[in-house]
């Protein structure tokens, strides 16, 4: 009913004369191009909701043919879901502006939706630089009634006097899904405060009562905020080893928790699973070997904190080998000088030996020579010395080498 639908009406020879008016029954369709095949034009706002005649008349011929359009009520929003967003503006981190509108122009493409590509140029012509920022923000689930009949659906954010849109993809009367704009903040911001948009909205043709929704509390939280690989940017890993990304803000802090952001991280060009907390992110390292350049996406932004230098998959390292054997050539050396030291020790032990048995040998050689010549050599008055017998002999001989006993005195004399 609040019209601004734009109409195609179809024909032959449409592009004759000069002056060219359709009318939906009592109400006018404002002219907006035509060709020869085709003429557009827009709805004006109806107070019904019924079916009226179309009437297309090129100077003063009227184009006769029973053509009809029908006039409904006006979409609704019921619910949006989440609600909430991350800030996400060029001044924070963010892509450029020649990016985002790449990016959008690419999904309106993919929706095959002429409409929706002829809105999207328009934008991109006609909206001033520093405020349209087609971020691809924190996906938003829309529910209401009549939404198919919307051509160009749009979500809009008001903050600081500036306004703020993004694009909409319609999936059926009753449901669509919006990218939630970006804000456009100045430098001097503080990127750890949260915002609240002054208006926040849908702009669905010419309904006007969409455009400020006054039942949400839409909030915009800080963006996530990326450490770099150390002062060299390069990070140095083992296949297999995850890639951790440092940060902060990584998941906003939404009352009642169980929030979340669509990050994407590529290494190279392959992407990797993600597991995030509120200070990390922590990448599965795809299978590959070589330097490759790390992108983490979240929000429209991007951010490469390095460079990440995965070594190919061998036992050891060229300096480990080296140190291994260096140490195992130093292990030889003194393995080596034990066994000559220990050699040189065993011999002049050895040698020592010798000596002491060879003195033995002589010493025992001595004392018994000394004691045959003893026993050949009578002592004097021609007894045999008792020092020089045999041990054996004195002991056998003992008891008759004993003195006799010489016989008492007798007290008488014979």
């Known amino acids: 009913m609040s019209g601004g639908t734009q109409v195609t009406i179809t024909g032959t020879n449409l592009n004759a004369g000069s002056n060219v008016v359709v009318m939906f029954g009592k109400q006018p369709c404002l002219f907006h191009r035509r060709s020869p095949s085709y003429i557009v034009c827009n709805t004006t706002s109806s107070d019904e ?9 090129v100077d003063r011929a009227k184009i006769h043919q029973d053509l009809v359009f029908q006039y409904v009520e006006d979409p609704t929003i019921v619910r949006i879901e989440p609600e909430w967003s991350i800030v996400s503006s060029q001044g924070s981190g963010g892509v450029s502006r020649k990016y ?4 959008a122009l690419r999904d309106a493409l993919s929706q095959s939706s002429l409409w929706n590509v002829i809105a999207l140029l328009e934008l991109m012509i006609y909206t001033p630089p520093p405020f349209f920022l087609l971020s691809g923000n924190t996906p938003i689930a829309v529910w209401g009634t009549h939404l198919d009949l919307i051509q160009n659906p749009q979500i809009r954010a008001k903050h600081g006097g500036k306004e703020h849109i993004n694009i909409c993809e319609v999936l059926n009367a009753t449901e669509m899904t919006c990218q939630a704009p970006a804000l456009a903040l100045g430098p001097d ?8 948009p002054e208006e926040f909205g849908f702009i669905l043709d010419n309904v006007q009562s969409l455009l400020i929704l006054n039942k949400t509390n839409f909030t915009y939280y800080p963006n996530p905020v990326f450490e770099a690989f150390g002062p060299s940017g390069i990070l140095e890993l083992k296949p297999g080893t995850p890639i951790i990304l440092k940060g902060k803000n990584l998941i906003p802090p ?3 928790g169980n929030v979340k952001l669509n990050y994407t991280v590529l290494v190279g060009e392959k992407p990797c699973t993600v597991t995030v907390s509120d200070v990390q992110l922590l990448c599965e390292s795809p299978n590959l070997i070589g330097r490759h350049k790390v992108m983490a996406r979240v929000g429209g932004m991007e951010y490469s904190p390095g460079m990440v230098y995965i070594a190919p998959d061998s036992p050891l390292s060229l300096p480990a080998i080296v140190s291994i054997a260096v140490a195992g050539g130093l292990l030889i050396i003194f393995i080596v000088a034990v066994l000559i030291a220990y050699k040189r020790k065993s011999r002049e032990s050895d040698l020592t030996l010798k ?5 033995m040998d002589n010493l025992e050689s ?3 020579l000394e004691c045959k010549e003893g026993t050949e050599r009578p002592c004097a008055g021609g007894h045999v010395p008792y020092a020089c017998v045999p041990d054996h002999t004195r002991t056998q001989a003992g008891p008759t080498l004993a003195t006799p ?3 008492e005195a007798s007290s008488s004399s014979p």
């Not at 909701?49 to 008349?57: F, G, I, P």
């Not at 985002?100 to 990016?103: D, E, G, I, N, R």
């Not at 911001?189 to 609240?196: A, I, N, P, V, Y």
């Not at 000596?355 to 003195?359: E, G, N, T």
């Open 49 to 57: 909701v019924l079916e009226m005649k179309v009437s297309v008349q």
């Open 100 to 103: 985002m509108q790449k990016q």
């Open 189 to 196: 911001h503080q990127s750890d405060l949260t915002e609240r």
């Open 254 to 256: 939404v009352a009642g």
């Open 355 to 359: 000596r002491l048995q060879m003195q």
């Open 366 to 368: 001595r004392v018994a």
């Open 405 to 407: 006993e010489r016989p």
